[in-house]
């Protein structure tokens, strides 16, 4: 048997009933084969593959809080911090009912490339709780918040642990959080990212996933002999990563005609109205029925009446922006089908295996999420140079390093795939550029 096929079993061995992370491995350590091959004596000595898979620490921890009717409620909450190679743990929040160890890790395990990949000096966390905030009233999310890091504020600091949002952390929760941190240690530090403006947030890490996400499409196009400009596209998803992904499509000339939420989807056939879906979704944080009721040009698919077939749409460019593995084969036969020409992932992992091979197989260019949804990341690493330096950059100045930044990782993974014989697999060029500098900086920091 393989080095890399002893380790995936070992993983599968030792971390039983975690598939999403079982897949995460598998889709990383299969594409690092012809890497892991050409050093294997070196690697399997030193067993860097068995630590790479192990996350440094893992804090599980419980979250007891005081609901509005004076009752007691006991949340799950993790914390792994996963690798710190090249620099302090980065990664976000997840806050939603499936939230479980296995998902964390599988999360915490494609930030450590992902991180990688910006160049920046971050290495790879993520947390979470299997806490809801929605349905929530802002006095139980405090709640929730503070006693989340009433006990997380332990572990973490500006230069050890800086986590983020994710799904269903926003700007509000990362507020309570700040304050109830500062509050336990005195410390006025940029411990946390996606902050307020007022106290210390970045200008552009709002919109930086989705425009992140739009940069490194568009020049994977225009790489490619293509335009964006032009381009019909499908986005699911109406958070904040696929709202801002709207956004930059529309300003890059691309008609955007779909949007969706865990209950359902939209297709509108002149194009998403942006402020519409901003005031429904991040305003009345309402559903998508009512985007549909403002709208005469939109069609509603209710997901629980329908099945979630909103991959169906004609595009020419589908940007899945919600949650993992929201996109399975049978979707992409039918983006296939209808010409879809590229797929870029704006959330962790949406596409599924199957799916992701299908899609490469067709010639449909495909941007795995580790590289395409990087932006957000890259930027919260800005933010933290800001929080260190005491100044705030404009939101041109960080906008433009964002775009850099993007463009610098198409490249490296454009070139990683071609220099190990591999060009246009964007998903194995991701993950062999995150991987070496990696690895290079655990082989030189030795057996920890
Ligand atoms: P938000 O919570 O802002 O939005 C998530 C969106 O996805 C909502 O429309 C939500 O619908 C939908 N959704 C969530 N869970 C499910 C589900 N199980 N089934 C169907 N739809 C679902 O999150 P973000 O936009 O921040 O994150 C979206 C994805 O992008 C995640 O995979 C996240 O890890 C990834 N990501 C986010 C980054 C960021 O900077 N925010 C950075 C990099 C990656 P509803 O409101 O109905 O729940």
Request: with cysteine; hydrophobic share 40%; glycine share 10%.
């Amino acid at each position: 048997m393989s080095y890399v096929d002893e380790v995936f079993q070992m993983v599968v061995e030792k971390n039983p009933a975690q598939p999403e992370f079982h897949q995460a491995v598998k889709e990383v350590l299969d594409s690092l084969r012809v890497v892991i091959e050409a050093n294997e004596e070196e690697y399997k000595r030193d067993a860097l593959l068995e630590r790479l898979v192990t996350p440094e620490r893992q804090l599980l921890f419980r979250v007891p809080w005081v609901d509005d009717k004076g009752q007691v409620q006991v949340n799950n909450a993790y914390r792994v911090q996963f690798n710190s190679a090249i620099g302090p743990y980065k990664g976000g929040i997840r806050l939603h009912p499936s939230v479980n160890l296995g998902i964390i890790k599988f999360l915490g395990f494609e930030q450590i490339f992902k991180n990688s990949l910006t160049g920046l000096p971050i290495g790879g966390g993520k947390g979470g709780s299997d806490f809801d905030p929605k349905g929530k009233s802002d006095r139980e999310v405090m709640a929730f918040c503070q006693s989340f890091i009433t006990e997380l504020h332990k572990y973490i600091g500006a230069d050890t642990d800086v986590p983020a949002g994710d799904i269903g952390t926003g700007a509000r929760e990362i507020g309570y959080m700040y304050g109830q941190y500062k509050r336990l240690t005195g410390l006025y530090e940029g411990v946390l990212t996606g902050k307020g403006l007022s106290y210390g947030g970045s200008l552009a890490r709002k919109e930086a996933t989705g425009y992140g996400l739009l940069y490194l499409t568009s020049e994977m196009l225009k790489c490619n002999g293509m335009d964006i400009a032009g381009k019909t596209v499908a986005i699911s998803g109406s958070g904040n990563v696929a709202i801002y992904a709207c956004q930059k499509a529309q300003q890059l000339g691309a008609k955007v005609v779909t949007v969706s939420d865990s209950t359902g989807w939209i297709y509108d056939a002149e194009g998403i109205d942006l402020d519409l879906l901003r005031e429904v979704k991040e305003v009345k944080r309402a559903r998508l029925t009512e985007y549909a009721a403002a709208r005469p040009s939109a069609e509603y698919h209710d997901k629980a009446k329908e099945g979630n077939n909103q991959w169906i749409v004609k595009v020419d460019v589908a940007l899945p922006c919600a949650t993992q593995n929201e996109l399975n084969l049978e979707d992409a036969k039918n983006l296939v089908a209808n010409g879809v020409i590229a797929v870029a992932e704006g959330a962790n992992m949406p596409t599924t295996a199957d799916a992701t091979e299908y899609l490469q197989e067709k010639g449909v260019l495909f941007a795995p999420g580790k590289a395409a949804n990087a932006g957000g990341v890259a930027t919260s690493a800005l933010e933290m140079s800001q929080n260190s330096e005491r100044l705030s950059w404009t939101f041109e100045e960080v906008d433009s390093k964002l775009q850099t930044i993007m463009v610098n990782i198409f490249h490296n993974l454009d070139d990683a795939a071609k220099k190990y014989g591999m060009e246009g697999n964007y998903v194995a060029g991701a993950n062999i550029a995150g991987f070496l500098k990696v690895a290079e900086a655990m082989t030189a920091q030795g057996i920890v």
